[in-house]
């Protein structure tokens, strides 16, 4: 089942900019990920924000959470074409080590 | 961190055939899940597979259709039977251990197209 709400849907920008892509949940959590799907592949884990953490840091990555508003977003900075893939958001389920995915964000950066 | 392969790739298959796709872990893991995903959407998980036992489906996905089957903590596998144009998809194994709660390591998906 999906709870998680990303937006925008799809974002297109240049090479050099700063990326940002929201994700809303509905439900209480543990934790949330954020994971990149270059085209056709598998997906790749980045980041995992624990409930009680606010932000969080990874090289060019930049999460935060919000458990008020049960949101989340992930900043990218200095984006490089590398970058281009789809980003999904996920939560935990509660149990059985499940996850609740969100619809993701293509995103686009333009050379 | 886990890596994970899968077999085959992508195939071509015929109305009324089944499929086999096989999913290799190169550790042990706790927790194997298997996914469906149309092109450009989300994931859909279609079951947990538990390693000795029946696998556990989520709603709208059955055995029968689906079987499964997890003989040790690295390998799986997901049959599609009796397949269908609607079961052409992207079909995704993964695996988590307790070691690194919820994180999930995917493999490269199996591209199915039923003609």
């Known amino acids: 089942s999906q709870q998680g709400e990303e937006d925008p849907q799809a974002l297109s920008i240049q090479e050099g900019e700063n990326a940002t892509m929201n994700c809303s949940y509905k439900t209480s959590i543990n934790n949330l990920q954020w994971y990149r799907q270059n085209s056709g592949r598998g997906l790749v884990h980045l980041i995992l924000?624990?409930?009680n953490e606010r932000e969080k840091h990874s090289g060019r990555l930049r999460v935060t959470l919000d458990t008020s508003k049960k949101s989340s977003s992930l900043l990218i900075t200095a984006s490089r074409a590398a970058d281009t893939a789809s980003y999904f958001c996920?939560?935990?389920?509660?149990?059985?080590?499940?996850?609740?995915w969100g619809a993701g964000t293509k995103l686009i950066i333009k050379p | 961190s886990a890596v994970i392969s899968q077999k085959p790739s992508r195939d071509i298959c015929q109305r009324g055939t089944s499929l086999t796709i096989q999913c290799q872990v190169d550790?042990?893991?706790?927790?194997m899940f298997w996914y469906r995903q149309q092109p450009g959407q989300s994931l859909t998980l279609i079951a947990t597979a538990n390693q000795g036992s029946e696998a556990t489906y989520e709603s709208g996905f059955v055995i029968d259709k689906f079987p499964i089957s997890r003989p040790n903590l690295t390998f799986s596998t997901l049959t599609v039977s009796n397949m269908s144009p609607e079961d052409s998809s992207i079909y995704l194994c993964?695996?988590?251990?307790?070691?690194?709660?919820?994180?999930?390591?995917f493999g490269p998906g199996t591209r199915l197209t039923v003609t």
């Open positions: 996920a939560t935990d389920a509660g149990s059985n080590y499940q996850l609740i």
């Open positions: 550790s042990q893991v706790t927790m």
């Open positions: 993964s695996a988590c251990d307790r070691a690194h709660s919820y994180e999930q390591y």
């Open positions: 924000i624990r409930s």
